[in-house]
T-cell receptor
Framework: AQSVSQHNHHVILSEAASLELGCNYS??????LFWYVQYPGQHLQLLLK??????LVKGIKGFEAEFIKSKFSFNLRKPSVQWSDTAEYFC????????????FGKGTKLSVIP | ETGVTQSPTHLIKTRGQQVTLRCSSQ?????VSWYQQALGQGPQFIFQ???????GRGNFPPRFSGLQFPNYSSELNVNALELDDSALYLC?????????????FGPGTRLTVL
C-alpha cells in the first residue's frame, strides 16, 4: 500500500523567506506525484505534478518541486514567499499505470507573516 | 470550461439517517472520485466511478455507496450515519484514457452528523 508523509504540520515564515516543505512517499513502483494547495475558504487546487522526465518540475505561482527517486521524496520549494501563499499544502501520490486513487499526506499549514 | 461542482455546500444530519451528496464533473471528464477529509487530515479515497461502474474502492464500509450517471455526474450515498462520518466530502473528476490522469477537485460538501 502506498503512503505519504509530510514532516511539518505547521510552518510560519516571514514574507520573502524561502520555503521548503518535505514530502516522502512509500511505494515500490512507478509513481505520479502531486502537490495540491488549499487557500482559506477555497477548494483544493493543483499546484504542480510529476509524471516522468525532468525531476525538477515547475508549477504555478513560482512553486517548484524536485523528485528524488533514491530518497522517495518530492519536496516543494519557493525562493520567496508572499502573504498570499498562506494556505494548507498537500502532497499526494498515485501509483503507475492502472492505479486510480490518490493517497494524500496529512498536509502542512503555511502561515506567512507580512 | 466548467469546473467541478458539488451540492449541497453544507448538510446537518443525525445519527442513523441517510445522506446523498452530488457532484458534476468538469466538462470533458469521464471519471469521478470521492474523498473524505476529516478535520486536520488529508483527503482519504472512498471510491472511483468510470463508465457508470465502481472502478476501485478505499477502506470504507459498504454503507458508503455511489452512482455515476451517463452525463458523468455522480452521487455519494451514506447510510446509517455515524458521528465519525462528519467531514468534508470531496469530489474529483479526471479524464481516464489519458494516462496518467490528473484529478481536479470540487469545493466539497461539509457534512455534520449530530
Amino acid at each position: 500500500a502506498q503512503s505519504v508523509s509530510q514532516h511539518n504540520h505547521h510552518v510560519i515564515l516571514s514574507e520573502a523567506a524561502s520555503l521548503e516543505l518535505g514530502c516522502n512517499y512509500s511505494y515500490g513502483g512507478t509513481v505520479n506525484l502531486f502537490w495540491y494547495v488549499q487557500y482559506p475558504g477555497q477548494h483544493l487546487q493543483l499546484l504542480l505534478k510529476y509524471f516522468s522526465g525532468d525531476p525538477l518540475v515547475k508549477g504555478i505561482k513560482g512553486f517548484e518541486a524536485e523528485f528524488i527517486k533514491s530518497k522517495f521524496s518530492f519536496n516543494l520549494r519557493k525562493p520567496s514567499v508572499q502573504w498570499s501563499d498562506t494556505a494548507e499544502y498537500f502532497c499526494a501520490v498515485k501509483g503507475g499505470a492502472g492505479s486510480y486513487q490518490l493517497t494524500f499526506g496529512k498536509g502542512t499549514k503555511l502561515s506567512v507573516i507580512p | 470550461e466548467t469546473g467541478v461542482t458539488q451540492s449541497p455546500t453544507h448538510l446537518i444530519k443525525t445519527r442513523g439517517q441517510q445522506v446523498t451528496l452530488r457532484c458534476s464533473s468538469q466538462s470533458g471528464h469521464n471519471t469521478v472520485s470521492w474523498y473524505q477529509q476529516a478535520l486536520g487530515q488529508g483527503p482519504q479515497f472512498i471510491f472511483q466511478y468510470y463508465r457508470e461502474e465502481e472502478n476501485g474502492r478505499g477502506n470504507f464500509p459498504p454503507r458508503f455507496s455511489g452512482l455515476q450517471f451517463p452525463n458523468y455526474s455522480s452521487e455519494l450515498n451514506v447510510n446509517a450515519l455515524e458521528l465519525d462520518d462528519s467531514a468534508l466530502y470531496l469530489c474529483a473528476s479526471s479524464l481516464a484514457g489519458l494516462a496518467p490522469d490528473t484529478q481536479y477537485f470540487g469545493p466539497g460538501t461539509r457534512l455534520t452528523v449530530l
